[in-house]
């Protein structure tokens, strides 16, 4: 496996006027590409200062955060990577909804191009080609001239994800991408991401509160829990005991053997 982010000793948190609260720290770990990652963890515990940290978008407040461009180069510093650079390296899909009216599908995902394209924002030949392949990718073809504001947040979500494929870069971020979605459109949009990673060699790594789709879908699961992080695949978490530390409480069991959750009704 090719280790496309390598953190050496990270720590994470975030700075206020009492000073600098740590998240979590000491964290040394990789994630390859061509593999999906999720991102598990309650609420609170420190999933999206990880993301965040990941994605420059907030300081680490020690460690290093270590990117290779292309896997035949070596690794450099998060920190030593322009806007620009970074804007061709790393894509991000948020959870919130796109507040976007008047725009057609392929007018959103074209926006991934905005790397590329200069000051102006002229979109190319080129450029409408790369738009039109990610559209394919995802699936979504038939959805090119459909107004954003008219779909449904499966497709939306969708749409999210072609724009950061238009954006070609080998590194995506993605924050909760299955929030708003029904069952069906959850598992459709996690294989889908798993397809990409292994069909494009895409490094993904996404955040889900989804813990059994999760179980089932991706190469490797990393669990935060209270500064402690346990990285593995679901296989190996469930076999070592981690996955049932976290899970089990009054009335939960968690099944190793078939990676899954069980409710106790008591009477």
Same mark, same amino acid.
């Given at each position: 496996?090719?280790h496309?982010?390598t953190?050496? !000793?990270?720590?994470?948190g ?15 770990q ?7 990652t999720?991102?598990?963890?309650? !609420?609170?515990? =420190?999933k999206?200062?990880?993301l ?5 978008f907030q300081?680490a407040?020690g ?5 290779a461009?292309?896997p035949?180069?070596?690794s450099?510093p +998060?920190?030593?990577f322009?806007?620009?650079q970074?804007?061709r390296l ?12 008047n725009?057609?599908?392929?007018? +959103?995902?074209?926006?991934g191009?905005?790397p590329?394209? =200069? ?8 450029d409408?080609q ?6 394919? &990718? ?10 954003v504001?008219?779909?449904?947040? =499966?497709?939306?979500q969708k ?8 954006q070609?870069?080998p590194?995506i971020?993605l ?5 708003? +979605?029904?069952?069906p459109?959850?598992v459709?949009?996690?294989?889908l991401l ?8 895409k490094?993904?790594?996404m ?6 789709l999760? +179980?089932?879908v ?5 669990l ?6 346990s990285?593995?695949?679901?296989r190996q978490?469930?076999?070592d ?8 409480? &009054?009335?939960i069991?968690f ?5 899954s959750?069980k409710?106790i009704?008591? !009477?």
């Amino acid at each position: 496996m090719t280790h496309s982010i390598t953190l050496r !000793n990270l720590t994470i948190g975030y700075t206020s006027k009492r000073g600098a609260k740590t998240v979590v720290s000491s964290i040394s770990q990789s994630i390859c590409q061509g593999e999906l990652t999720c991102l598990l963890g309650a !609420n609170g515990v =420190g999933k999206s200062t990880l993301l965040r940290t990941l994605s420059a978008f907030q300081p680490a407040l020690g460690g290093e955060i270590l990117i290779a461009a292309q896997p035949s180069t070596p690794s450099s510093p +998060l920190s030593s990577f322009s806007d620009r650079q970074l804007s061709r390296l790393i894509g991000v899909v948020l959870t919130e909804k796109p507040e976007v009216r008047n725009m057609t599908v392929r007018e +959103l995902v074209g926006l991934g191009r905005s790397p590329y394209t =200069g000051f102006w924002g002229t979109l190319s030949k080129d450029d409408y080609q790369v738009v039109d392949d990610s559209l394919r &990718q995802v699936g979504i073809e038939q959805l090119s001239s459909r107004f954003v504001d008219t779909l449904s947040d =499966g497709e939306r979500q969708k749409v999210m994800i072609a724009k950061a494929l238009a954006q070609q870069t080998p590194i995506i971020f993605l924050d909760e991408p299955t929030a708003f +979605l029904d069952f069906p459109s959850k598992v459709e949009v996690m294989q889908l991401l798993r397809r990409l990673a292994r069909q494009m060699q895409k490094t993904i790594f996404m955040s889900t509160h989804d813990l059994e789709l999760a +179980l089932q879908v991706a190469d490797t699961i990393w669990l935060m829990e209270h500064d402690q992080l346990s990285v593995g695949t679901p296989r190996q978490l469930a076999d070592d005991g981690t996955l049932g530390r976290f899970v089990e409480r &009054q009335g939960i069991v968690f099944d190793r053997s078939s990676l899954s959750v069980k409710v106790i009704n008591e !009477n």
